[in-house]
């Protein structure tokens, strides 16, 4: 908490650039510090704007912003999670108090996981079912007191510490039970829905505006996947630069497996970083916007558009960045098992991106079933439009020309190949789930017997997606850098042609002669980019300090350093207990 009070000290005074670089920076350095200033600045600071009303803002933002309140967002329970229609914790309006009783009902209504919670917050926006009566109305938002100033519980309210985690050991993830909690009726957040005093409810246009704020978790998601990512990378690919093996005695980095091996993960960094800001910024408007209009039926539109793509790109690029991890860590041999070069840390740390903010199996099923939905309308003849625009216009996709080999080079020609597979395999899955509906399966059953190929259909629009986003953002960068995006553009899409390349045959795109040539110019265009790899890695612009690994050193000189943060470690020369425990070996008989 030294660090929060200090960040708190020095946030004031910093540009929003600044501010920006600060949370980048600290997300790497210590990624615990970041969760806990992120859970209260943005997790409940925005439910209750993007929740509550503008009188309702009003009332907390300023205590937020300077932190004589401390928030978490209580969501997730011990027994729930991805599957929120589940949650069990009820918030009862009682007409005579004109109050709320929020309770935890069982065990397994316990709301778990709760960053903050554990040792920290003052308050938490709590989502629970809403009951008025005998109706139970669905879930909405409350704002819970939950500590005094002195740190003692308010009435009702017990919290504690979910215990040892695998990572982000300084974020004091806790557990909440409410035994019949009251709080004002003015505690429901009501922007999309109403309680009146009297009991009378206007319910919300769509449960789905209740989840509105984890839209804005999972783009943000992006962002953790690049930086965790950026810093191991930087580590891993100047050792590679520095290290020296073989015959030749040659950098480990011209090894063509070192090649193929890390050069597509920084191509991946800059594809997902750049998509991440883009949807970020476009998010926030849209929000924004519709904060400011309270217009909701164009806000149900934009919501189903970016929770489709930002649930499906969490989950891809969540498995992504898990499975980069391990491949950086093999790249550097022994020397990453060390914790003194960070790697083991991130790996640790990461572990929440595929999980958190909604388990990416989940996910990417929330995704297909979007995609499913908008694939059944363009059947039906109706215009689709949004992220699947392209939908509308299957028919002509499919009837389209396959790929012969030829003009490998033109961006249109890669987008249109992950634009055809798209459509080829989302169109499979409406097929699949209306012959098995017809055949007397339930929803339920048909979809569990197509599970696998809704999720795996997934992928192919969301690499569409992020090739569109980073190629139109070449139009407006600087033209000196152009070149090289563009070359990380052609890597990051040879990437993914590759490693779809079963289903590129499946679906006849291409015939089985193409395929030597696209392992050909994925290894060739590695072999390209190894030889600005250390200027890539150096653009990410992370100081020694931040990366906090010798091997990652920026001058190079890794194993002086090495050697001397080993040694400074305690008792790493002598044994302190050699003579109660060894010497009474040597002198046995045994």
């Known amino acids: 908490m030294a660090k929060i009070r200090r960040a708190v000290s020095i946030y004031p005074t910093l540009s929003p650039k600044m501010k920006i670089g600060f949370d980048r920076i600290m997300e790497i350095y210590d990624s615990a510090f970041v969760m806990r200033l992120y859970v209260h600045k943005v997790l409940f600071k925005e439910t209750i704007w993007a929740q509550g009303t503008k009188e309702q803002f009003n009332k907390y933002q300023d205590a937020i912003d300077k932190t004589e309140i401390i928030g978490c967002f209580a969501m997730t329970e011990l027994g729930h999670s991805s599957f929120l229609r589940g949650i069990e914790t009820t918030a009862t309006y009682d007409r005579q108090t004109r109050e709320f009783v929020i309770h935890t009902t069982t065990l397994t209504g316990t709301k778990w996981w709760i960053g903050f919670a554990g040792q920290t917050a003052t308050h938490t926006t709590a989502l629970c079912q809403l009951i008025i009566g005998d109706k139970l109305l669905g879930l909405h938002w409350f704002i819970v007191p939950l500590r005094n100033r002195d740190g003692s519980f308010k009435p009702g309210v017990t919290c504690g510490s979910v215990g040892a985690k695998a990572g982000r050991h300084g974020l004091d993830n806790g557990w909440i039970q409410f035994s019949n909690v009251r709080v004002p009726r003015e505690n429901m957040l009501m922007r999309w829905s109403q309680v009146s005093i009297d009991g009378e409810y206007t319910a919300l246009p769509n449960q789905s505006l209740s989840y509105s704020t984890l839209l804005g978790e999972r783009i ?62 476009d998010w926030t408007q849209v929000l924004s916007s519709t904060i400011e209009s309270s217009e909701k039926e164009s806000f149900l539109t934009e919501i189903s558009e970016y929770h489709s793509i930002s649930a499906g790109l969490k989950a891809w690029c969540g498995w992504f960045g898990a499975e980069s991890l391990e491949i950086i860590r093999r ?78 080079s033109r961006p249109e020609v890669i987008i249109g190949a992950f634009r055809w597979l798209s459509v080829s395999m989302v169109s499979r899955c409406v097929e699949r789930l209306s012959r098995d509906l017809s055949s007397g399966y339930s929803f339920e059953d048909a979809w569990n017997t197509n599970q696998t190929e809704l999720v795996e259909s997934t992928r192919p629009h969301c690499c569409y997606f992020v090739l569109k ?122």
Request: glycine share 8%; aromatic share 10%.
């Open 220 to 281: 943000l998601a992006l962002g953790g996947v690049s930086l965790q990512l950026s810093s191991a990378i930087t580590t891993s690919v100047r050792y590679a630069a520095v290290r020296r093996q073989g015959r030749n005695n040659q950098q480990i980095l011209d090894y063509q497996t070192h090649q193929t091996s890390l050069m597509p993960i920084i191509a991946s960094i800059f594809a997902i970083q750049i998509t991440g800001r883009k949807l970020m910024s």
């Open 331 to 408: 790249s550097m041999g022994g020397h990453a098992y060390s914790q003194y070069n960070a790697i083991h840390g991130i790996i640790s740390d990461y572990g929440v991106l595929t999980t958190g903010g909604g388990d990416n199996i989940v996910l990417a099923q929330q995704c297909a079933a979007h995609l499913v939905k908008s694939m059944r309308s363009a059947m039906e003849g109706k215009r689709v439009t949004g992220f699947v625009d392209y939908f509308s216009d299957f028919e002509s996709i499919l009837a389209g020309s396959r790929w012969d080999g030829s003009e490998a």
């Open 469 to 590: 986003t980073f190629l139109d953002s070449l139009k407006g960068s600087d033209p000196s850098l152009v070149p090289i995006l563009r070359k990380l553009w052609f890597l990051y899409a040879l990437t993914n042609v590759k490693q779809l390349i079963d289903r590129f045959l499946e679906f006849e795109y291409f015939r089985s002669e193409c395929v030597p040539m696209v392992r050909k110019l994925f290894v060739d265009l590695c072999a390209t980019i190894r030889t600005d790899a250390v200027p890539l890695v150096d653009a990410f612009n992370l100081p020694d300090w931040v990366i906090k690994a010798p091997l990652g050193r920026f001058d190079g000189d890794i194993y002086t350093k090495y050697f001397e943060t080993v040694n400074r470690a305690p008792h790493a020369i002598g044994t302190p207990y050699w003579d109660k425990e060894i010497a009474p070996l040597l002198k046995s008989n045994l």
